[in-house]
T-cell receptor, first 115, second 114 residues
Framework: QQQVKQSPQSLIVQKGGISIINCAYE??????FPWYQQFPGKGPALLIA?????SEKKEGRFTISFNKSAKQFSLHIMDSQPGDSATYFC??????????????FGRGTQLTVWP | DSGVTQTPKHLITATGQRVTLRCSPR?????VYWYQQSLDQGLQFLIQ???????AKGNILERFSAQQFPDLHSELNLSSLELGDSALYFC?????????????FGQGTRLTVV
């Protein structure tokens, strides 16, 4: 059972455009929502993360929007650049219980930014 | 460079064999996680260790086992290998278990079972 659902599977955006990737979760115990960026041949690298006590977090061109009531969160990449072409994963984890720190990942979105 | 070192980077082996993947966490990190990445299953959590003790188990097969040593490096042992075990295996480390602690991933070991 996929605890975090991610869409779209692939995304093509023109340089300078906005890339939007969406994720949804079911488990209300999740309290940490990171986004990871993965380039071919590399491991996932943390891009930006949010906790459910805020609705938005911005770091440079990357913004996470979080909707607690809808159990959804999304990544917005403003002014998308060819160097942003990578696979993006949303994830969720929860404090406490038997899965301390374990990340539940979405299936990933392959982003291609055309020059 | 995340600071997490995984060896080897590539491994090709035959069905039925046993392999050991090694992970050295970032200096000071006490928690080590193992994940499997495949095209059909995505990134799946296998197992977590914290300061030498097993803390959490995911969908890890009985043919797989892991341990964390006193120097905090970890090994993932995969035995009786099957074609379906071919995947990327990632190790991640964090300073401490839980409490929204950022996990840093290594570059992975690509295992090919032929």
């Amino acid at each position: 059972q996929q605890q975090v659902k991610q869409s779209p599977q692939s995304l093509i955006v023109q340089k300078g455009g906005i890339s939007i990737i969406n994720c949804a979760y079911e488990n209300t115990a999740f309290d940490y929502f990171p986004w990871y960026q993965q380039f071919p041949g590399k491991g996932p690298a943390l891009l930006i993360a949010i906790r459910p006590d805020v609705s938005e977090k911005k770091e440079g061109r990357f913004t996470i929007s979080f909707n607690k009531s809808a159990k959804q969160f999304s990544l917005h990449i403003m002014d998308s650049q060819p160097g942003d072409s990578a696979t993006y994963f949303c994830a969720a984890s929860r404090d406490g219980g038997s899965t301390l720190g374990r990340l539940y990942f979405g299936r990933g979105t392959q982003l291609t930014v055309w020059p | 460079d995340s600071g997490v070192t995984q060896t080897p980077k590539h491994l090709i082996t035959a069905t039925g064999q046993r392999v050991t993947l090694r992970c050295s966490p970032r200096s000071g990190d006490l928690s080590v996680y193992w994940y499997q990445q495949s095209l059909d299953q995505g990134l799946q959590f296998l197992i977590q260790y914290y300061n030498g003790e097993e803390r959490a188990k995911g969908n890890i097969l009985e043919r797989f086992s892991a341990q964390q040593f006193p120097d905090l490096h970890s090994e993932l042992n995969l035995s009786s290998l099957e074609l379906g075990d071919s995947a990327l295996y990632f190790c991640a480390s964090s300073l401490r278990a839980g409490r929204n602690t950022e996990a840093f991933f290594g570059q992975g070991t690509r295992l090919t079972v032929v």
